[in-house]
């Protein structure tokens, strides 16, 4: 109809109409190119951007000027911030600026709960240490309570060291794991077998009926790996040890075990089996690409020959090594010869007297040179493969951790430059590993939630977890039968 009016009306009316028509019509198409524009940046939940990102990936590179795009609890892209910004939008963001940008750290290794026994004995040989001071002091103290407790103080301390996720062994499991869900922390936990009656479980039958509904409770869980972790070849008759492994493979879940760690165990596993602890657990079928072993320290050749074929799990414990005079894990040999090997603190009561993977990236390093009298033994950038990228490989998650990379699950941290132990920065490895400490990590993000943003943990009460961490001494002190 409006065409058949305009047909109507004289020519210099129609010139003007038509001419205002393209212009309307050329502003509504820019506005709407510009729209389009922004519609195409794509809308994520998180940008961390604006620091110097170290991947860890298989080129190791390293982006200044980085930044991340996570959506939901997993990486979409890693790349230059400027193309990043151009590509990806989000209501939240992290600035990482003056920062790096590193994946998490992974502690393979702890007994979260025993953070409440802190200093309980120290300076005591690992069998005096177990047998007259812990293995009492757990049947006297240790209860669903404490452990939920003593695993909100070891996730504390463990958050603001950088760690997003741990391999724990202990008892109570089950609240272990509620535990540390709640604090937003990745974990593969094992409840804790054991050829004696344990806190929680009393016979060999209860502690399997436990273990089977545990890992079946947490199956599929985004966070939470349930496992089996029979203590040692020294503390579980070979039954049991067969029993564990056979269940572990029926409900297809990690087996945890501490292995190799004094040469007591050695010598005994020689006298008793004629086979160091390495081949007696091969021989029994234990070994396999499931197993996630700790220490590893009395292994010769032979020995790393076989963890390397059955593709087993080693975990390095420095500090404790040290503490407990254990000896030192010939970690050289070990990466040269391709061991799956990460970095543990172990618990935090007596091997070592905290939870900070931060340390034991320069103390990893430092042993070895000192004890091979070679400066080169170990590199830096070795140390924070074991606490990234080897600490997966080791958990049998590589798939899912331990690099920033598309497709990996979101767990990074954020580590402030501007303090005086950042500056001057010439290699990044180095300055991770021998100058920045735990009270620079700024960030942590696990599976894309911030848990701690600008030093403030989101996920816990600290002032409430340090209360019950000091009535708990008071109750563990007075349980003791030594007076401390
Ligand atoms: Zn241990």
């Known amino acids: 109809m409006k065409t058949t009016v305009l047909s109507h009306e004289p020519l210099p009316y129609r010139v003007l109409a038509r001419a205002l028509t393209a212009g309307y019509l050329l502003a509504v198409g820019l506005l709407n190119g510009f729209a389009q524009m922004a519609e195409a940046r794509e809308r994520v939940d998180l940008i961390v951007a604006g620091g110097m990102v170290v991947t860890m990936d298989t080129a190791r590179h390293v982006i200044e000027r980085g930044a991340i795009a996570v959506r939901g609890d997993t990486v979409v892209a890693v790349g230059l911030r400027s193309i990043i910004d151009q590509r990806y939008t989000s209501e939240h963001r992290i600035d990482a600026s003056d920062g790096l940008i590193l994946p998490g750290l992974i502690n393979g290794h702890t007994h979260a709960p025993m953070t409440l026994f802190r200093g309980i004995a120290d300076d005591a040989s690992l069998q005096d240490w177990l047998q007259k001071y812990i293995f009492p002091a757990e049947a006297r103290n240790v209860t669903p309570d404490f452990v939920t407790w003593g695993t909100r103080l070891a996730c504390l301390e463990m958050i603001r060291s950088g760690v997003t996720t741990f391999a724990d062994m202990y008892y109570f499991e089950d609240d272990i794991a509620r535990a540390a869900k709640a604090c937003g922390m990745r974990g593969i936990l094992g409840e804790t077998i054991i ?237 991770v590993v021998y100058s920045l400490r735990a009270r620079d990590i700024r960030t942590v993000v696990i599976g894309g939630r911030a848990v701690m943003e600008n030093r403030h943990i989101v996920t816990l009460d600290e002032g409430q977890v340090l209360e019950r961490a000091k009535d708990y001494t008071a109750a563990i002190r007075r349980s003791l039968p030594i007076a401390r």
């Not at 939470?224 to 029993?243: K, N, V």
């Not at 990996?408 to 132990?421: E, P």
Request: charged letters at 20%.
């Open 195 to 431: 050829g004696s009656p344990a806190p929680d479980n009393k016979t060999e039958e209860q502690a399997f009926r436990y273990t089977e509904r545990f890992v079946n409770h947490w199956r599929g869980d985004p966070l939470i790996d349930a496992a089996m972790a029979p203590h040692s070849i020294y503390t579980c008759s070979a039954t049991l040890l067969e029993r564990s492994a056979r269940l572990a493979r029926q409900h297809q879940v990690p087996i945890l075990i501490h292995l190799a760690e004094s040469q007591r165990e050695r010598n005994e596993s020689l006298a008793r089996h004629g086979l160091t602890p390495v081949a007696y657990l091969d021989k029994l079928g234990f070994l396999g690409p499931d197993v996630i072993a700790s220490h590893c320290i009395w292994v010769d050749a032979d020995d790393t020959a076989i963890l390397v074929r059955r593709q087993v799990g080693c975990v390095h414990n420095p500090s404790s090594n040290m503490q407990l005079a254990s000896g030192v894990a010939p970690v050289p040999l070990m990466l040269a010869s391709g061991v799956r090997l990460g970095l543990g603190t172990d618990g935090s009561a007596g091997g070592n007297h905290d939870l900070d993977l931060m340390e034991e990236l320069s103390l990893s390093t430092q042993l070895q040179k000192v004890t091979r009298d070679d400066p080169r033994a170990l590199n830096a950038e070795q140390a924070l493969e074991m606490a990234t990228i080897g600490g997966a490989s080791a958990l049998h998650m590589e798939r899912r951790i331990g690099s920033l990379e598309p497709g990996k699950k979101a767990d990074l941290i954020v580590l402030d430059l501007g303090n005086s132990d950042g500056i001057p920065m010439y290699n990044v490895y180095s300055q």
